[in-house]
């Protein structure tokens, strides 16, 4: 039995688009959409073929990926005591200019962050095999193993509901690139396990990026568990970046197709590097052109909702937000008639009062993330006082067993899984293992139960 089907030269028979922009391909493919199985293989035939053209830091030899894997460690782990020791000496935050700079980025990186893991979840059907002992162990790890507290996926998700700012409606198509790949990957296991197991390879390995976004979250009172949970879990040592190294060994063939499988381990590696990686998104931010923005996008609902008797440079309000192109002189128009205060405390500015406190009259308006857009900018080169770095976490997750006992899907699973064998039961939870339910309540008892089984059964 081959582990992996060789990759013809001739193009491929599904349809050569993927059915739309990248949004739609995320979302078909996390939805398991028809044709979804066909729309990945298309879509990561497109992207390897773009990954094929980025250099390649892998080692040519596979005896020396241990030692790449422990030397790239050490560099992150001395570029971060740099980092620390210019904090130390007074040095400003590398990657936040403030708290709306830190929402925003983690925004922007949730799609990726909310399929976190779903490149592994075709490896799923190997877990009698002890060769994938090491992917399987990485991918229930990113479940969680069930426990919602662990779970990678309901962690990110509730830091963006404590945030207010998991909207995705205004995310640039781009953003969804990378979530795609992982989707994709996960559903195209079979055809394509020498380039799930590179990106695995290479999206395990401990980026400098994770230590400092997990610094300067905390700086700012945003709680950095999801960061810091990957800080330990991924390290070289004992965690993922070791089991990742070890699974392109285990599964690395010993005579015919070594060559060709493990080339397409290291294009599969290199599918990491496509699109808007961390970095660039956190440079991409500007706060005036994001308040403009995002107060462009509210113009459209706003235009008509307000009365006529105030004005603002002898416009009404409904008149300023009648066309695009008009929100940066109105915030003008705002600041010259003193309902904004810029630079100074934001409670001092009038408009602000509009929006914040249960009785402002734009209450609900704007959302958390909008809100902390706009206090920032009124703020300006005003500081307000920073809260003490907290390490408590938010243990909301910390649920009793019966919290979701008469949630319906639950209940059809639990009964579906009555008067089967151990195996049998086994092929009937990995469908709830998938990107989709995993983090669901029926997913999370799924995946509790699929432990429990593999453990019992090995």
């Known amino acids: 039995m081959t582990l992996f089907t060789p990759l013809s030269d001739a193009p491929s028979t599904v349809a050569q688009a993927t059915g739309g922009p990248l949004r739609e391909l995320y979302d078909a493919l996390y939805s398991n959409a028809p044709g979804a199985e066909q729309q990945a293989e298309q ?19 596979p005896e020396l990926l241990s030692s790449w894997a422990q030397n790239r460690c050490a560099e992150v782990a001395d570029a971060y005591a740099e980092y620390l020791e210019e904090r130390r000496q007074g040095g400003a935050p590398r990657y936040f200019q403030n708290k709306a700079h830190a929402l925003y980025f983690l925004q922007r990186v949730a799609p990726t962050k909310e399929v976190d893991g779903a490149w592994l979840e075709g490896v799923l059907e190997h877990w009698r095999d002890w060769r994938f002992e090491g992917l399987l162990s990485i991918y229930l790890e990113e479940l969680g193993s ?52 590179g990106y695995n390879l290479g999206y395990e390995q ?15 009172g945003i709680d950095p568990y999801y960061f810091t949970l990957h800080v330990t879990i991924d ?43 961390s970095t660039s998104v956190i440079k991409g931010f500007d706060l005036q052109r994001e ?54 405390a934001p409670p001092d500015s009038r408009f602000w009062q509009l929006i914040e406190g249960s009785s402002a009259a734009m209450f609900g308006v704007f959302s958390g993330y909008e809100k902390q857009l706009l206090k920032d900018w009124i703020a ?5 006082p920073q809260p003490r770095p907290s390490r408590h976490r938010d243990h909301t997750a910390d649920l009793p067993d019966d919290t979701w006992a008469d949630d319906p899907e639950l209940k059809t699973l639990q009964a579906s899984l009555r008067n089967l064998e151990p195996q049998q039961q086994l092929q009937q939870l990995i469908p709830w293992l998938s990107a989709q339910r995993h983090c669901r309540p029926a997913g999370l008892y799924a995946t509790r139960r699929f432990v429990e089984l593999r453990s019992a059964l090995r």
């Not at 390897?48 to 080692?59: F, G, I, K, Q, S």
């Not at 005579?255 to 590696?269: D, I, K, V």
């Not at 009404?316 to 010259?336: R, S």
């Open 291 to 344: 308040v403009i923005a995002m107060l462009e996008r509210k113009r459209r609902f706003g235009q008509h909702m307000h009365s006529d008797y105030c004005r603002v440079e002898g416009k009404t309000v409904n008149q300023w937000l009648a066309a695009p192109g008009q929100i940066e002189g109105f915030l003008v128009a705002l600041e010259k008639k003193g309902w904004i205060k810029r630079h100074q």
């Open 235 to 277: 390290n070289v040592s004992s965690g993922h970046g070791c089991k990742a190294v070890q699974s392109v060994l285990d599964l690395l063939p010993l005579g015919e197709g070594r060559a060709e499988f493990y080339r397409r381990m290291t294009l599969g590696y290199r599918l990491n590097d496509l699109g808007l990686g």
């Open 206 to 220: 401990l980026p400098l990026h994770l230590l400092i976004t997990a610094y300067e979250l905390r700086e700012l």
């Open 43 to 61: 879509f990561l035939r497109e992207q390897l073929a773009r990954a094929a053209n980025l250099p390649c830091d892998v080692p040519a030899e």
């Open 380 to 384: 300006g080169d005003w500081r307000e």
């Open 146 to 197: 069930g426990d919602p507290r662990q779970n990678h996926v309901v962690i990110y998700r509730k830091l963006l509901a404590a945030h207010d700012c998991g909207d995705k409606q205004a995310l640039n198509d781009e953003l969804f690139l990378q979530g795609a790949v992982q989707l994709a990957l996960g559903r195209c296991a079979e055809q394509f396990l020498p380039e799930v197991i």
